[in-house]
């Protein structure tokens, strides 16, 4: 079994409709991340969080909330889709303790609004 | 300012040929981490290799080698003899203190038959 899962892999919106996608981890880890992938630009980081009562913005935020229901889930809401939320999402985690921070990913969400 | 720099936005070769992918980082820290990491056309994201800034041992495995210089901050990456199981968007990141990943925006590798 897959150690970080998404849900759904994919997804098809309206704007203007509310989505949550969601985020498990089996790994055992404290850290959480959501990121954005857009082409030619990388991976975007959205929210973060160390903890479950922690959580933190990241680079992008805005558009975006999360809440962290467990140390093994952290889900990912848009309030109102708009089309240039349309992106390949990716949720990640790593240890607490991990002086390099060596990240692990799920499969990935892929996000249409129309 | 923290920066990843992958100048290449894509590379074509024929299969059999040796290809480098370029990265560039730029950082003020002086511990910090970099990664390679393949995303292949199913999308997922797969960790290839892991340096710290005080290891400028040059890795090799198998077909791939990393080249870690830190006199000209860079931490390039070579797959020998491409297959073309090889083609995908490879990403450069580093890691600094703390959480944060520093992500270049990718490379895309095809490798033609």
């Known amino acids: 079994d897959a150690d970080v899962t998404q849900t759904p892999r994919n997804r098809i919106t309206k704007t203007g409709k509310r989505i949550m996608l969601e985020c498990s981890q089996t790994?055992?880890?404290?850290?959480m991340y959501w990121y954005r992938q857009d082409p030619g630009l990388g991976l975007r980081l959205i929210y973060y969080?160390?903890?479950?009562?922690?959580?933190n913005k990241g680079e992008i935020s805005d558009g975006y909330s999360v809440s962290r229901q467990a140390q093994a889930k952290f889900s990912l809401s848009l309030e109102s889709a708009i089309p240039n939320q349309t992106a390949l999402y990716f949720c990640?985690?790593?240890?607490?303790?991990?002086?390099?921070?060596?990240?692990?990913f799920g499969p990935g969400t892929r996000l249409t609004v129309l | 300012a923290q920066k990843v720099t992958q100048a290449q936005t894509e590379i074509s070769v024929v299969e059999k040929e040796d290809v480098t992918l370029d990265c560039v980082y730029e950082?003020?820290?002086?511990?910090?981490?970099l990664f390679w990491y393949k995303q292949p056309p199913s999308g997922e994201l797969v960790f290839l290799i892991r340096?710290?800034?005080?290891d400028e041992q040059n890795e090799i495995s198998g077909r791939y080698s990393w080249n870690f210089q830190k006199s000209t901050s860079s931490f390039n990456f070579t797959i020998t003899a491409s297959q073309v199981v090889d083609s995908a968007v490879y990403f450069c990141?580093?890691?600094?203190?703390?959480?944060?990943?520093?992500w270049g925006a990718g490379t895309k590798l095809i490798i033609k038959p």
């Open positions: 990141a580093l890691s600094l203190a703390g959480y944060q990943l520093i």
């Open positions: 950082t003020r820290d002086t511990t910090y981490y």
């Open positions: 990640a985690t790593s240890e607490q303790e991990s002086s390099y921070n060596e990240q692990f």
């Open positions: 969080s160390f903890d479950v009562k922690d959580i």
């Open positions: 340096r710290n800034s005080f």
């Open positions: 790994k055992g880890h404290d850290r």
